[in-house]
């Protein structure tokens, strides 16, 4: 029954979250081009862009 629960939030999740960024950052500006979440690619290349902002965030604070 976990495990159902888990899934189902896990979907709900995933899909509002989604819909979240969609929403909030394709409305926040016009001048910017936003892309929404569509497709396997565009999320690929927000979570390469996030992850290599947190690298450089993290060998940052590391190299003090």
């Known amino acids: ?3 159902l629960f888990g ?3 896990g979907a709900i999740l ?3 979250g989604a ?3 969609d929403s909030t950052y394709a409305s926040a500006s016009a001048d910017v ?4 979440i569509v ?3 565009v999320a690929g290349q927000i979570t ?3 992850t ?3 690298r450089q965030e993290i060998d940052r604070l590391l190299s003090r």
């Open 1 to 3: 029954m976990r495990l």
């Open 7 to 9: 899934i189902v939030l």
């Open 14 to 16: 995933t899909i509002g």
């Open 19 to 21: 819909y979240y960024r």
């Open 33 to 36: 081009p936003v892309r929404p």
């Open 39 to 41: 497709n396997w690619d």
């Open 48 to 50: 390469a862009n996030a």
């Open 52 to 54: 290599s902002g947190l």
